[in-house]
């Protein structure tokens, strides 16, 4: 990985600042910059004695006996404690006045509208988990969920938690061959599915992805099937049931079980520099913890708030953001199925007016597509109810943060860059909106109890506005468990970069106020458009393809995406590089994981630029990707004339 090389150097100069209003300080959780100090010390100090204090605010079936037991890189919080995840996201807020709350205001692409309230959504939930002990799933099972954005996603999370089951959501724009795999590595029993969704008018048949997957998982028993689209679908005899059908037999009593602290709760399937997505394992008590104070406190949470998360719920962020974190804050949650140009480019802003969202969350590629759709598609739509701006997913460009804090959040709104990942579980880096000063490009400082650092190689704090390494010092409770069935990767990917330290895999800088920049990975996965990609994956997706010998693939700066996919590919002999093969090697990709691996381009070439001892030279790669000039040592090329010939392949 290039991280061996040390030094990464900052480039970013950005010297504007913008402090919280009077206005927005006075009523917020957390008000002034010494009191974040004051809090971030403390946590720093005591860290069990903090989050002890901070795990009141869960409902316990049985109090924990140790806060934290750590044996480097194995963490377990609140020993002894007994819970249930979906008790504290449903039950808990059934006896006084959230009962008849909204939990959940959704709509439809196609314009429905459901709006379930924690009684009803509570109601849901049991029924759903009856339907699943009725077709056999027990605690410590895996069940996977392959939803679109529709309520039953958030219900099937719920309650695989209430009977203990342990799910594995996966996006819905991954393919058949990318559920197969995730099934396989999960060991799955049950899977949950839809005859479809909306996406931009037109339907993703989940079903049909299903069935070529099934055909490849040698563990899902049973497949339950949502009507979603009334589109058409094959059931086969004995293995699929409607959603439906089976709510109907079920009764909605179901007593939530507790479970102990450390209770698996799910995997999340994420990209890594190898070729084969990582499960990252998730459990009970400390993800829950986690995911709640972070949002009560980066979105300053009030009661009457609407939190309007856009992310899906088959990402990380849609897990902490849409699912756990707000419902378990007794939050009114927006949830909106599809594109955001559909019908229209204006979707969203017609969303916040319409049901008046207060707090809205979104990634800064989405920003930048706004920005380029227009700022006409926000005429006569009235954003006024909003309150606090949040963005997510990789680093934003302080063009587009401006446009935001003018355009959307009418220069009022605070804008809550937030840093974190599927690892992390909840935000870790992040401005707590009421007491710091915000700047573009920054996700600020560590929130209390987090104690993030900027080192080099040998784990020694760097100085300050010099480039390092981002990691994390000390075990804080959502963090990940391990690796679902390797322990050993999670080990050496996580904890033997930079010893003693989580490593994030993410470069950083921290600047004269101890503000962190982030600057991007220093490993081989890529950030498109909010989504993480592995060189490698793409990279094996295409060798697998029979006309290809060898490829390479490298990110290129894309306006929109951030991050392009550009691949390199060297053709077994006797095969030409024709169009139609670069065409049929796109969809390849797409086929074997999902359109979100579409490339961007494909460059044939007879060899790859290598070293001597055979590895491939990215750097140069990227620059030529990038357009650049190739600057810097080839000398260790293995053939120069490599270099002229990629450069003249232009698409
Ligand atoms: O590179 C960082 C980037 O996204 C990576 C994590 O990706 P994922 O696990 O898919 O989770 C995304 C949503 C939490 C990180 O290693 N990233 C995430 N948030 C930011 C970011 N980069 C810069 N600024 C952020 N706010």
Redesign the pocket.
Known sequence: MSSSSGNITSVLKETRSFPPSQEFSSQAHVKSLAEYEKLWKEAAEEPEKFWAAQADSLSWVKKWDKVLEWKEPHAKWFLGGKLNVSANCLDRHLSGARKNKAAIIWEGEPGDTRVLTYQMLHREVCKFANVLKNIGAKAGDRVTIYLPMVPEAVIAMLACARIGATHSVIFGGFSAEAVADRNNDAGAKILITSDGGWRRGKIIPLKENVDQALAKSKTIEKVVVLKRCANPVTMKEGRDFWWHDLMDKASADCPAEPFDSEHPLFILY??GSTGKPKG?LHTSAGYLLGTSYSHRLVFDLKEEDIFWCT?DVG???GH?YIVYGPLCNGTTVMMYEGAPNHPKEDRFWDIISRYSVSIFYTA?TAIRAFIKWGDQWLNGHDLSSLRLLG??????NPEAWMWYHKKIGASRCPIV????????GS?M??PLPGALATKPGS?TRPLPGVVAEVVDKQGNRVGDNQGGFLVVKKPWPAMLRTIYGDDARYQEQYWTQVKGFYF???GARRDEDQYLW?M??VDD?L?VA???LSTMEVESALVNHPQVAEAAVVGKPDEIKGEGISCFVTLKSGNAPTDELKKALRDHVVKEIGALARPDEIRFTESLPKTRSGKIMRRLLRDIAAGKQTLGDTTTLEDYSILAKLRSDEE
Do not use: C, L
């Open positions: 994420t990209s990252i992310a990402w990380i962020t902490s800064p963005t997510v997913g990789e680093p934003i860059d937030t840093w974190w990942q599927t690892e992390t935000i880096i992040s996700a994030t895999a993410d982030i991007g990975r996965v950030n909010g989504h993480r």
